[in-house]
C-alpha cells in the first residue's frame, strides 16, 4: 500500500490540491503497479513563514521578490 506524503507551502486552490493528488496517485499506480484504491496521498501545508530555505523563511524570500 504506497503512502505519499507531500509538504507544500499554504497558498494553492482546493482544485489544484485535488487535481495534484488525482495526478501522483495515478503516476504512482502506472510506475508502481499498485491499484489505485491502495494508494494513500496526505498534502501538509505549511505557513510560508514556517519554511526555510538558505537561511531565511520562505516568506521573507516572496516578499523581497516582489
Keep these: 500500500m504506497p503512502f505519499i506524503q507531500i509538504n507544500l507551502t499554504k497558498g494553492r486552490s482546493d482544485e489544484t490540491l485535488e487535481t495534484l493528488i488525482h495526478e501522483v496517485t495515478k503516476t504512482v499506480s502506472e510506475v508502481a ?8 496521498v496526505v498534502i501538509n501545508e505549511i ?3 514556517h519554511w526555510g530555505l538558505s537561511g531565511e523563511s520562505v516568506k521573507k524570500r516572496r516578499e523581497k521578490q516582489s
Excluded at 33 to 40: D, F, H, V, W
Design 33 to 40: 503497479g499498485a491499484p489505485t484504491n491502495s494508494i494513500q
Design 47 to 49: 505557513e510560508p513563514k
